[in-house]
Nanobody, 122 residues
Framework: QVQLVESGGGLVQAGGSLRLSCVASGRTFSHYGMGWYRQAPGKEREFVAG????????YYTDSVKGRFTISRDNAKNTVDLQMNSLKPEDTAVYYC???????????????WGQGTQVTVSS
């Protein structure tokens, strides 16, 4: 059974930074892509970032390019999301996602964590 546990959310002022972390278990972590999604109140869940099994390929939604960085540590079974220059519109619940392929592209995930709240005040 795949389990994903996120941490690192919180309240931050606009322009600030947060780092989200996710620990995965239940599969051979290094064989799969990983990702992050978010869901704001009243909106659908959207893809934020993804990373391939070996960390060489990274994908971002346009609104976070240049501000967010996804990374992974296959020795620790962790995937992180460094978020800089945060904006109020980044406010959402952020979910770690486990891929079912090696790539980490949008639509290639089959398990999600419980989520962690990120609130950016203006």
């Amino acid at each position: 059974q795949v389990q994903l546990v996120e941490s690192g959310g919180g309240l931050v002022q606009a322009g600030g930074s947060l780092r989200l972390s996710c620990v995965a278990s239940g599969r051979t972590f290094s064989h799969y892509g990983m990702g992050w999604y978010r869901q704001a109140p009243g909106k659908e869940r959207e893809f934020v970032a993804g990373i391939s099994w070996d960390g060489r390929n990274r994908y971002y939604t346009d609104s976070v390019k240049g501000r967010f960085t996804i990374s992974r540590d296959n020795a620790k079974n962790t995937v992180d999301l460094q978020m800089n220059s945060l904006k109020p519109e980044d406010t959402a619940v952020y979910y770690c996602a486990h891929g079912r392929t090696v790539w980490g592209t949008h639509g290639s995930f089959d398990y999600w964590g419980q989520g962690t709240q990120v609130t950016v005040s203006s």
